[in-house]
């Protein structure tokens, strides 16, 4: 049976993502006959973990087990992990160690005046984005960028359903794709880690695994992202293509909102188009 703990089954289902994505020629194994799943098995995983079939098993089940340090050790070496995906692991296993609280603190997000301060200023396009990816304020460069995120009720500004679903820019569109999707949920699969059973990731989430099949199988690769950087080209038909880099700063809280700045290179072609899109801009406003 599985455990109620939230943290359990996210481990669980982390845990059967990687081992999914492994292969035995990956390990140094032989595939050996016919194969019912493509990825490792958990005997195999288990046996290099160095942990009975049945102990890894019921971890992966989420059931009551509280693997130690040394174990998670074992486990996330035996999966390759990265050190962001070590620290997700860690995460979720220690949490599932803890009775699951009464209450917990879901008090809303709030960006802090000196911020929202701090965003006007700014003479590039920025945005802060909360723990579930809602957007939560933007400056003016930003909807020059990206278009007017008036337009559309609270509760649809979330970059995940966006860009998923509505389009904020439908003329605008973004090689890479499906790279800054991956980013995008990544970040979420971060926040979820956190408190899995939060109403609004549970909203975000459940929508768009019912209307999406491309959500469903990013999502499912249960990749994760802590701090998150990249370079995105932008279509405006008022101005040419723009390619800018982009990194995201966090604000204060745990987990808490994140700043996202978009840059482009002093001196260059793509800095020039960004000062022309964000001065049309001003001038539309004025008149």
């Known amino acids: 049976m599985d455990s109620p703990h939230p943290h ?15 292969r ?61 995906e070590r620290r997700h692991l860690f995460t979720l296993a220690r949490a599932a160690r803890r009775p699951v609280p009464a209450r917990v603190n879901r008090a809303p997000e709030r960006v802090p005046d000196s911020t929202r301060r701090l965003l006007r200023v700014m003479d590039t396009p920025a945005l802060v984005l909360g723990r579930h990816l809602d957007l939560l304020d933007w400056n003016p460069a930003a909807e020059a960028l990206l278009g007017s995120p008036e337009d559309y009720s609270p ?21 890479h794709w499906e790279q800054q999707a991956l980013d995008y949920i990544g970040m979420m699969r971060t926040a979820v880690a956190a408190d899995p059973t939060h109403p609004r990731a549970t909203a975000i989430v459940g929508e768009l695994s019912i209307r999406s099949a491309e959500f469903r199988r990013l999502w499912a690769r249960h990749d994760v992202r802590e701090s998150v950087s990249g370079t995105k080209t932008f279509h405006v038909p008022e101005v040419g293509d723009i390619t800018l880099d982009w990194d995201t700063y966090p604000l204060p809280g745990n987990p808490g909102p994140v700043m996202l700045i978009y840059t482009a290179e002093e001196g260059s072609a793509d800095a020039d188009r960004l000062r022309l899109l964000t001065s049309l801009r001003a001038t539309r406003s004025r008149g």
Not at 39 to 65: F, I, N
Not at 158 to 168: E, K
Request: glycine share 12%.
């Open 8 to 22: 359990a089954r996210e481990l669980g289902e982390f845990l059967r993502a990687r081992r999914g994505r492994l």
């Open 155 to 175: 509760d649809r500004l979330n970059m995940l359903l966006l860009m998923f679903g509505d389009a904020l820019t439908p003329e605008r569109s973004c090689p």
């Open 24 to 84: 035995p020629h990956d390990v140094g194994l032989e595939p050996g006959g016919r194969r019912k799943v493509s990825g490792l098995r958990r005997e195999e995983l288990a046996l290099l973990a160095g942990l009975s079939t049945d102990y890894y098993q019921r971890v992966e089940q989420g059931r009551d087990v509280r693997p130690s340090d040394d174990v998670l050790d074992a486990i996330a070496g035996a999966l390759g992990l990265d050190d962001g």
